[in-house]
């Protein structure tokens, strides 16, 4: 009776361990999203900025030196903020498959403990490192954006000049 206690604790705790990896990428997720969020906001706002100098231009208005220097900056920092908004998006999405990899994580080693095969121990730790790799990916995607992001503040600074 002791024995079955102490396999069943075991294998709780085996397949609550994934879990650990499902909070550390949902804390990343958060810190992810809000940046998602923030460059989707400003490309709206840089948005909203081109339409009101374009119906100026279609009103026949001449544009100032400033305000044609600032229209071309929107253009060019709304390029870069779409790119950064693509890779924060997969950095998203990758971290997101390492959950669901871990969650399959700790199913097929509920399968394995509760079949006992042998190919069922590997499934397990194959869907862990693919997890893992996915959680790598995802880290990467968000090192790109960190390196990018300075440049959209370079292009308004300069535009500023």
């Known amino acids: 009776m002791d024995n079955v206690s102490i396999t069943a ?22 810190g992810l999203s809000n940046r998602y969020s923030a460059i ?23 544009l100032g030196y400033a305000d044609r220097a600032r229209f071309m900056s929107i253009r060019q920092q709304t390029e870069e903020l779409l790119y950064r908004s693509r890779t924060v998006r997969n950095a998203i999405l990758a971290m997101q498959a390492a959950i669901a990899l871990f969650v399959l994580t700790s199913f097929g080693i ?14 397990p730790l194959v869907l862990f ?12 995607y968000a090192g790109l954006d960190v390196l990018r992001s300075f440049r959209v503040v370079l292009l308004e600074a300069k535009a500023e000049e």
């Open 129 to 140: 490192l693919v997890g893992m790799l996915s959680v790598f990916v995802g880290i990467s």
């Open 40 to 62: 989707i906001a400003r490309i709206r706002l840089l948005n909203d900025e081109r339409r009101r100098f374009t119906r100026q231009i279609a009103d026949q208005q001449e």
């Open 110 to 123: 509920g399968m394995s403990i509760v079949f006992g095969k042998s190919y069922y121990g590997t499934v």
């Open 9 to 30: 604790i075991q294998a709780i705790q085996a397949i609550l361990a994934p879990a650990v990896g499902i909070s550390a990428v949902g804390l990343l997720l958060l």
